[in-house]
């Protein structure tokens, strides 16, 4: 079991075993608004990271890479992404100390995700366009998805030029080697340092706006991918992940649309020019209150000092928001 406590320099969180010996060092956390505060107290956790889970991330994300270099496809395009954040998550936040093939292996592949992510934007942008029930109107529908799907051949094609045969090689053997050379600190512990990641979270409680509901997503996303890497018999760090995911889900759902209509008004002009306009800023704006009350519900959960349990409904969100998100089915 490892025990955290403050070091007495009072500026890092350390780790010890029972016999004394020191495990890790960690910023020092301090949030009220989550089950310990580690700046005071004590917080025991006995769950360490799953070395067979942190390596199979290294494995997927090579069996991604390979579907990816045949053909981007959407299904493709997400996973890689999603598998290279996951990779970049272990690497930029349980590691202690990157060698150079960490350094660089991290740079290719945010180089690489940035673009996937153009492709993926946009792939998301046009399902949305196409279920949306509304009617053609004066054509801005149509004018709109035939811009979307332009700019996705644009940006796929500019993927799979980056994305290159040698690239691609270069890549699997960074991956192999990171994955043989990896060294976590015996006893790290994925929920403390999820923890400290929702740390940088909540300490101001004014009303969210959208840059801040947008830093929830990045760095909830972060501390997701940290806690996943927990042994699957860690019930709680499990129930922080899936609070963690609804939350990301509901933010991330509204953060496409903003893009969307952001899209759409540069197009087509603002909510008087365009009827299409106006009901993506519509949907956008109860997408934002659903994110807010997302929140809200993490907020509350992480309060709980046995985080988030089963059995904890839900809360319902505005009927108002509901009502206009509906909108978009």
Known sequence: MLKYGLHPSNKVLVGRFPGGSQAGRFPQLHFPDFPCSL??????????????????????????????AKKPAPESVHKFRTNSRRVEALLGEVVPELNRNDKKLLKLLGRLRKKAGRV???????????????????????????????????REAKLAKAFNRETAVEIRKRLRRAASEMHIPKGTEPLALTLAQLARLGR???????????????????????????????AQAQRVVEQLKKMQDVI??????????????KL???VRDSALVAMLRNVTQAKFRLGVDAVAETRAALKNPELTRADTPSPKPSSSA????????
Request: glycine share 6%.
């Open 39 to 68: 700046l005071y107290s004590q917080c025991i956790f006995d769950m360490p990271i799953d070395a067979k889970r942190s390596r199979l991330a290294f494995q997927r994300l090579g069996r991604e890479l390979t579907k990816l």
């Open 120 to 154: 993926r934007d946009l792939d998301v942008q046009i399902a949305a366009v196409r279920n949306l029930k509304i009617p053609q109107g004066n054509g801005h529908k149509s004018e709109l998805m035939e811009n979307l799907i332009q700019d996705r051949t644009r």
């Open 204 to 234: 101001d409680h004014a009303p969210p706006t959208e840059a801040t509901l947008h830093e929830y997503r990045i760095i909830g996303k972060r501390a997701r991918y940290i806690a996943e890497l927990a042994r699957k018999d860690d």
């Open 252 to 265: 991330g759902d509204w953060h496409d649309w903003l893009k969307l209509a952001e899209k759409a008004e």
């Open 268 to 270: 087509l002009g603002g």
């Open 322 to 329: 509901t009502r206009s998100a509906a909108a978009a089915a």
